[in-house]
C-alpha cells in the first residue's frame, strides 16, 4: 500500500515537474533572441520602449549618424542652396555619392544623396554649405540633439566614420528617428526606393541601398550603417497598425532578419489602444476666488501600446497648489500618467482650454 502510494505521488510530482516546465517554455517563447549587441524598438509618438537590448549602452553607430545630419540640414538649411563640392568633400573615404571637385548641387540633393547612398562626400558638403567648416556643423549637431533630449550621445562627424569620442545608444538614435521623421521632406526621402534625378533636377539619380524597403512590406525608412568598430547597423521605421515604430539593431551581423524578427515581435504582442482624442476635456481645476473652472485638455490623441499580460493604470495630475486669478490658454497644467505593472511609462502634459483673465477695479466693479 506504502509503494503504490508513493508511486502515486511520483507520477503527480513528474506531471507537475513536466507542466511547469511547458508553462515556462511557453512563457519564453514569447520573447526573442536577437543577434545584435544593441536593440530597440519604440513608439515613435510615445517614446514607449516595446523592445529592449542594452538599448543605453554606449557603442558607435556608424552612418546611422547621418540621420542626425539630415535632420539639422532640414531643420536649419536652405534647401535649395546651391553648394560647391570641396577638396575636402570629394576626397573623403568610405561610402560616396562619387561627387568630384567643383561640381555645384543643391542642399536637398545632398540630403537624398546621404540618405539613398550613404554618401559620406554628401555629409561633408552639407556640413560645409550649412555651417562654413564640418567642426561648426558638428557643434551643431551636439546642440540639437541636447535640444530634443538626447544626452547620451556625442558626435564628432556628419558621416559616422569611427573616431574615438562619436558613439550613441539605439535609444538615442531611435529618439532622433522620431524627431526626423516628424518632418515630410525626410519621410518622402527615407522612403524613397529610386530616384529620377531629371525629374528632381538633380544632377544624378538615386537607388536606396536600404534593402529593408524590399524586405518588409511595411518598412517605411530610414538608414543603414557600417564601420569596422561598429559594426552592421540598421534603423527602420514600420507600420504597425497605423502606428509609427522605430527599430534600432546596432552591431548585428543579420541586421535584416533581426528587424524583421523585432517587427513581428512587435506586431504579435502589442495592441494600440486609444484613450483620450485631441481637444478632450479630461479634467477641471479651480481658480482662486473664481467661480469659472480651468478645463484641462490634451493636444493631441493620446494612444498607448499595451502589451498582453501587463497591466497599464492611468492616473491624472492636477497641479497641488492654488492657482492664480489668471490664466493663458494653452497653458499646462497637470499631466496624464500611464504606468505598466506600476512603472512609469509616458507622461502628457495636460493643457488650459480656457483662458481666466485678471480683472481691474473697473471691471470688476462693472461684471460683479
Not at 536652405?78 to 568610405?94: F, M, Q, T
Not at 540618405?115 to 558638403?125: C, E, K, P, T, Y
Not at 531611435?174 to 528632381?200: C, M, P
Not at 479634467?283 to 473652472?293: F, T
Request: proline share 1%; net charge positive; charged share 25%.
Amino acid at each position: 500500500m506504502k509503494y503504490r502510494n508513493f508511486k502515486k505521488i511520483t507520477y503527480i510530482m513528474i506531471a507537475v515537474f513536466f507542466s511547469i516546465n511547458i508553462l515556462g517554455l511557453k512563457a519564453k517563447a514569447e520573447e526573442i533572441y536577437v543577434n545584435a549587441r544593441c536593440a530597440v524598438a519604440i513608439d515613435s509618438n510615445t517614446k514607449i520602449v516595446l523592445y529592449d537590448k542594452n538599448a543605453h549602452m554606449l557603442v558607435p553607430m556608424a552612418s546611422t549618424t547621418k540621420i542626425m545630419t539630415a535632420l539639422v540640414a532640414i531643420q536649419y538649411g536652405d534647401l535649395d542652396k546651391k553648394i560647391e563640392i570641396s577638396s575636402r568633400a570629394a576626397g573623403i573615404r568610405g561610402s560616396t555619392v562619387g561627387y568630384k571637385k567643383g561640381e555645384v548641387v543643391t542642399l536637398k540633393e545632398l540630403i537624398y544623396g546621404l540618405m539613398l547612398r550613404s554618401g559620406n562626400d554628401a555629409a561633408i558638403a552639407i556640413a560645409e554649405g550649412i555651417a562654413g567648416s564640418v567642426e561648426e556643423f558638428v557643434k551643431l549637431m551636439n546642440e540639437y540633439a541636447s535640444q530634443i533630449g538626447v544626452y547620451s550621445t556625442h558626435f564628432e562627424s556628419p558621416h559616422g566614420l569611427d573616431s574615438q569620442n562619436h558613439y550613441s545608444t539605439a535609444y538615442d538614435l531611435a529618439v532622433i528617428t522620431a524627431k526626423a521623421r516628424e518632418y515630410q521632406l525626410f519621410n518622402e526621402i527615407v522612403g524613397s526606393k529610386d530616384v529620377d534625378g531629371a525629374e528632381k533636377g538633380f544632377s544624378r539619380g538615386f537607388h536606396n541601398i536600404n534593402k529593408i524597403l524590399w524586405l518588409l512590406s511595411n518598412a517605411t525608412g530610414v538608414k543603414t550603417g557600417y564601420t569596422g568598430q561598429a559594426g552592421k547597423c540598421l534603423v527602420t521605421s514600420v507600420d504597425i497598425d497605423k502606428n509609427d515604430i522605430i527599430i534600432v539593431v546596432l552591431n548585428s551581423p543579420s541586421r535584416w532578419k533581426e528587424t524583421e524578427k523585432i517587427n513581428d515581435y512587435v506586431a504579435k504582442n502589442y495592441r494600440f489602444k486609444k484613450y483620450f482624442s485631441k481637444n478632450d476635456i479630461i479634467d477641471e481645476v479651480d481658480i482662486k476666488g473664481k467661480r469659472e473652472k480651468i478645463k484641462l485638455i490634451t493636444n493631441e490623441d493620446v494612444v498607448i501600446p499595451e502589451k498582453e499580460g501587463v497591466n497599464y493604470e492611468f492616473k491624472i495630475v492636477k497641479p497641488n497648489y492654488e492657482i492664480g486669478d489668471s490664466v493663458a490658454k494653452g497653458a499646462k497644467l497637470g499631466s496624464i500618467n500611464v504606468y505598466a505593472d506600476g512603472k512609469k511609462i509616458y507622461t502628457k502634459y495636460l493643457e488650459a482650454y480656457n483662458s481666466v483673465e485678471k480683472k481691474g477695479l473697473i471691471k470688476k466693479w462693472l461684471f460683479k
